[in-house]
């Protein structure tokens, strides 16, 4: 008796504070969508900034090349095929060859100025020396803003963490040639320039400080056709796997593939509704994101108020906490959903490395073993393991996890 009291003690003093809340949150873009939003899971809103506070985007990565244009305010970028770069004082401006270039939406790396790229040396706007390790620009693009106004552009290089390029009216007047500083931005995903002020922008927050910038960005709607488009990018490093279930509310992970492309949530979770001219969201879709802190939430989009307000509403539950035990192989680790309905719930665990000899116990609050479950996995990462309700009475239960390291326990409301 003595023993099972002190087991529970333990679990309750340790794990009490586990379960997490569902909470109700708003970002918001503002009207016609004029604002770029950096949010954490965590923390909620970071910071917003102007969406037409700039027009190219830097790479600020160490070793990153990529270089975005602002396509969400309508900006377009196209590439001059008459020539190359020895053609910058005599652009053949009447030509119609000009050839339109988009941002990626699936990753960072590969903005407008990239594509065209080999995956290898060839970079899009630029040649990168093995020797040197620099890049040296080859091509010539002509930006053109949402207002009209055209500029031609030579990306000159890239080289001791200095972007060098040159931006001019198209007949050569008003030429500059800018330096942009990686090291201007440390710790951040890019550097920005603003072409109307002739000006380098500090926009972004800390890297480690955001999970999803909410933002307007060119989608591709179809194969080939591009349109800009409202949603959410996730950060660097963040990966999210999207879950359809009759329940998105209540949704275990379960086992769906988590993507490292940064429009898995993107913009589709809602569709105009042109008898009510209303948005309709996606109700039985969650997200489960695996944020930059290891935390894993799920969230689940409930409104979206449009371009009048740029209001965006969505539920967020933490279903499983970062750093339980690395020590014992494990991650984050969490229940979903917890309180469990139904008579189902998920044991969610990110695996720091691989576990062939793994136990699954649940307890009782007397600390009695009410099922047992041996198994492994063969690789690390994130696993959906569901747990089987059937027939247990409402009430607390502790789920323990068990490895030939050690173990980690979780409270499980059951309803």
Do not use: C
């Not at 390790?133 to 055209?150: F, M, R």
């Amino acid at each position: 008796m003595k023993i099972t009291f002190t087991i529970i003690l333990s679990l309750l003093f340790v794990h009490a504070s586990i379960s997490a809340q569902v909470a109700t949150d708003t970002v918001s873009l503002g009207g016609q969508y004029a604002l770029q939003t950096y949010y954490s899971l965590d923390q909620g809103t970071v910071s917003s900034h102007t969406a037409a506070d700039w027009d190219i985007a830097f790479d600020a990565s160490g070793f990153g090349s990529a270089i975005r244009i602002n396509g969400g305010i309508g900006h377009v970028l196209y590439r001059y095929e008459a020539g190359d770069t020895a053609h910058w004082n005599n652009l053949d401006t009447n030509a119609t060859f000009w050839k339109p270039l988009v941002n990626a939406d699936t990753s960072w790396a590969l903005g407008a100025f990239n594509q065209g790229n080999d995956g290898n040396f060839d970079l899009g706007w630029g040649n990168y020396n093995i020797i040197t390790h620099a890049v040296q620009g080859d091509s010539l693009y002509i930006l053109e803003t949402q207002a009209g106004v055209q500029k031609k552009i030579w990306i000159r290089s890239l080289s001791g963490g200095v972007f060098t390029f040159s931006i001019s009216d198209l007949d050569g007047s008003n030429e500059l040639t800018k330096n942009l500083a990686k090291s201007n931005y440390t710790d951040k995903n890019f550097g920005y320039y603003h072409v109307g002020s002739d000006q380098m922008v500090d926009l972004e927050p800390l890297n480690t400080s955001w999970d999803l910038l909410f933002t307007r960005y060119t989608g591709e709607l179809s194969p080939g056709v591009y349109y800009p488009v409202t949603g959410a990018l996730h950060n660097a490093g963040v990966e999210v796997a999207e879950v359809v279930t009759p329940n998105p509310q209540s949704a275990g992970y379960a086992g769906e593939p988590m993507s490292h492309h940064i429009n898995t949530i993107g913009y589709d979770w809602k569709t105009f509704n042109m008898t009510t001219f209303q948005y309709d969201l996606a109700d039985s879709t969650a997200y489960f994101i695996k944020a930059v802190d290891g935390n894993i939430w799920r969230v689940v989009f409930t409104a979206f108020e449009g371009s009048s307000t740029g209001n965006i509403v969505f539920d967020k539950e933490n279903v499983a906490l970062s750093q339980t035990r690395p020590d014992f192989g494990f991650g984050s680790i969490g229940l979903a959903p917890n309180p469990a309905i139904q008579g189902t719930s998920h044991l969610i665990v990110d695996m720091v490395q691989p576990q062939t000899d793994m136990v699954i116990s649940i307890l009782d609050m007397q600390g009695r073993e009410l099922s047992r479950t041996n198994l492994g996995f063969q690789t690390a990462g994130l696993k959906d393991i569901p747990l089987h309700l059937d027939g247990f009475d409402a009430g607390i239960y502790f789920v323990r996890l068990q490895s030939n390291l050690g173990h980690v326990t979780q409270k499980l409301l059951v309803h």
